[in-house]
Nanobody
Framework: QVQLVESGGGLVQAGDSLRLSCAAS????????MAWFRQAPVEERECVAA????????YYADSVKGRFTISRDNAKNTVYLQMNSLKPEDTAVYYC?????????????????WGHGTQVTVSS
């Protein structure tokens, strides 16, 4: 059974940092492209960052470029999202997602497995 479990969310102030973690089980993690999506109230879910199976290729949404960093540790079956200089508009539920290795994708439909999400709230 495949499971993706996110952790690390919370309530912070603008300018603070958080690191989200997503632990995977039940899959050959190293063969999966991994991504972080987020969904704010009344907004569509969007891809904020993605990383290829081997790590050298990454994608960042323009809104987070230069502030967020995605990384992975295949030995620990874990993907991370380091979020710095957080802004109130980063407030959302953050979801970890996994897709069979292929070109980096920002589309929800390309991701087979999803975590349940972790709430990030940034106060001004």
């Amino acid at each position: 059974q495949v499971q993706l479990v996110e952790s690390g969310g919370g309530l912070v102030q603008a300018g603070d940092s958080l690191r989200l973690s997503c632990a995977a089980s039940g899959v050959t993690f190293s063969r999966y492209t991994m991504a972080w999506f987020r969904q704010a109230p009344v907004e569509e879910r969007e891809c904020v960052a993605a990383i290829s199976w081997s790590g050298p290729n990454t994608y960042y949404a323009d809104s987070v470029k230069g502030r967020f960093t995605i990384s992975r540790d295949n030995a620990k079956n874990t993907v991370y999202l380091q979020m710095n200089s957080l802004k109130p508009e980063d407030t959302a539920v953050y979801y970890c997602a996994g897709a069979r290795s292929g070109p980096l994708s920002t589309l929800q439909r390309d991701y087979t497995y999803w975590g349940h999400g972790t709430q990030v709230t940034v106060s001004s």
